[in-house]
């Protein structure tokens, strides 16, 4: 009995000190996809154009490139009032949407990686910041 626990006790050392995984964008992005049809393809549309005069376009979007950590707080909890986009002026309002910090991650990995985006990673531990 000593001799199993003594191994048990070894191998969670062990296990500690090993380095986590490397970030997986191309998964992120593939569950981002299913987020995106859930909770924002009826307001930006399925190709990321929105709808003119009323929903701002993700699909090549300068004011979603801007600013990453704006974008995961507008995430969580939402937009209200003017914000210009491609130099089309928007004023609306977007709701927070209650997704956990790999929801947001994934979504917004996919958002900025797709539709003609070409945006780096966020990780669920940004969003678990910008949640402060």
């Known amino acids: 009995m000593k001799k199993f626990s003594v191994l048990a006790f070894l191998s969670v050392c062990l296990l500690s000190f090993q380095k986590p995984a490397p970030f997986d964008l191309k998964s992120s992005i593939n569950r981002g996809k299913e987020v995106y049809t859930n909770y924002c393809v009826s307001c930006h549309m399925e190709k990321g154009e929105g709808l003119e005069d009323v929903y701002p376009p993700v699909a090549k979007s300068d004011y979603l490139m801007a600013d ?21 002026t928007y ?15 994934d979504v917004l990995n996919y958002i900025r990686n797709s539709f003609g985006n070409k945006g780096g990673t966020v990780t669920p531990a940004e969003v678990k910041a910008a949640r402060k």
């Open 68 to 88: 990453k950590k704006r974008s995961i707080v507008q995430v969580l909890k939402g937009v209200t009032g003017e914000i210009k986009v491609n130099g089309k």
């Open 91 to 105: 004023n609306g309002d977007m709701s927070g949407f209650d997704l956990t910090d790999q929801e947001v991650s």
